[in-house]
């Protein structure tokens, strides 16, 4: 199965996380830069979209899974953004180099059942990139006025806020997602900065025209 986009087509055979709603909100919204790091690329959806975003971009994306990695290198090469992202496999822990903007779809389950696919369990789980190593990491990547970027579900929003802050970062934008109006958000977009700057809080509903304005770039 493959999802066609306005400028790209994503392919997904080879990576245990598929395209969902989540990676293309976070590519979306997320700030860029010069220099853009994609940790967990998976797919390598969001790389693709943060290169069409911002074209003067360099985009470096890593991913600690083989068949995660060989899907993005596939996805890419049959991009016209090719020249512009580079694919590694690499952990966000053992990586080098100073980023303008870093954007991260994590794994967030910490407490959860696991699945029988291991592939699955690494995308999904914090065992390999907690909330902590995922910001110890941001920190020491990201350029004194860089901007970090993650989706995470409602319930572990709080965690991700205080390991932040535990390492220096200030919350900048903050953008709910409802399914429904009138119902409580089930996901949250986050940036965060090494600089305090007003805060800017936002809540918007899948579907409705703020969304529709969002992602309008990228849905056929």
Request: proline share 3%; with cysteine.
């Amino acid at each position: 199965m493959m999802f066609r986009f306005k400028r790209f087509t994503v392919r997904q055979d080879l990576c245990a996380m598929k395209v969902g709603m989540d990676g293309v909100m976070l590519g979306s919204w997320a700030q860029g830069g010069k220099r853009i790091l994609d940790v967990g690329t998976g797919t390598g959806l969001i790389a693709l979209m943060m290169a069409q975003r911002y074209p003067e971009a360099d985009v470096v994306a890593i991913d600690i899974d083989e068949g995660a990695v060989e899907q993005a290198k596939v996805n890419v090469a049959n991009s016209s953004f090719s020249a512009r992202i580079t694919i590694r496999k690499e952990a966000v822990q053992q990586h080098e180099g100073v980023y303008d903007a870093i954007v991260c779809n994590p794994p967030y389950f910490s407490d959860s059942l696991k699945a029988p696919d291991q592939q699955r369990n690494i995308a999904r789980h914090t065992d390999t990139l907690s909330y902590a190593e995922l910001m110890q990491s941001a920190y020491r990547l990201l350029a004194d006025e860089g901007e970090l970027s993650v989706v995470i579900p409602f319930d572990y929003k709080q965690r991700m806020e205080d390991e932040a802050t535990f390492v220096g970062f200030f919350s900048h934008r903050i953008l709910g997602i409802r399914t429904v109006d009138n119902k409580p958000a089930k996901r949250y977009l986050l940036s965060f900065t090494k600089h305090p700057i007003e805060k800017a809080f936002n809540v918007i509903t899948i579907g409705d025209e703020e969304y529709q304005k969002m992602t309008e770039y990228f849905y056929l």
